[in-house]
């Protein structure tokens, strides 16, 4: 489930896995992991394997130029809590760094660091529940 603002309870979301068969997740995805502790979690891929992931003015920066956000995605703000607390940055050397969309409520990598590629389950597709939200995720 993917919850927000207007839709506090969760989305129902249903993922494909087939993407990352044949490709890698790419930065604004929805991606799909298991937490920790046994329950699924969606996340948007803010940050690749390789880059240094930080956060200014409520925006991304990677390798400390300010990342260019899908026109669909301008109602994101990212809050600098935990590693990216004060301007700091966060190197990611082998997995994606994993944004919530609501960041000022959301344990993600600024908080368990980078995601390795093998956690990863699938990407979310598309809202199916409830019918006022049904709409695609895919970017």
């Known amino acids: 489930m993917i919850g927000d603002e207007d839709s506090p309870e969760g989305d129902w979301v249903l993922t494909e896995k087939v993407s990352y068969w044949f490709g890698k997740p790419r930065r604004w995805q929805i991606v799909l992991y298991r937490h920790a502790h046994g329950f699924d979690v969606a996340k948007r891929v803010v940050g690749l394997p390789g880059e240094t992931i930080g956060i200014e003015n409520e925006r991304v920066t990677i390798d400390g130029e300010l990342v260019p956000v899908p026109e669909e995605l301008q109602f994101l703000k990212y809050y600098g809590y935990a ?18 969309d609501f960041s000022h409520d959301s344990l993600d990598s600024r908080f368990y660091g980078e995601l390795a590629p093998s956690r990863i389950r699938g990407r979310a597709w598309l809202i199916v529940w409830p019918p006022s939200r049904l709409r695609w995720l895919a970017l």
């Open 83 to 100: 590693v990216l607390r004060e301007g700091k940055t966060y190197p990611c050397k082998r997995g994606y760094f994993l944004l919530g």
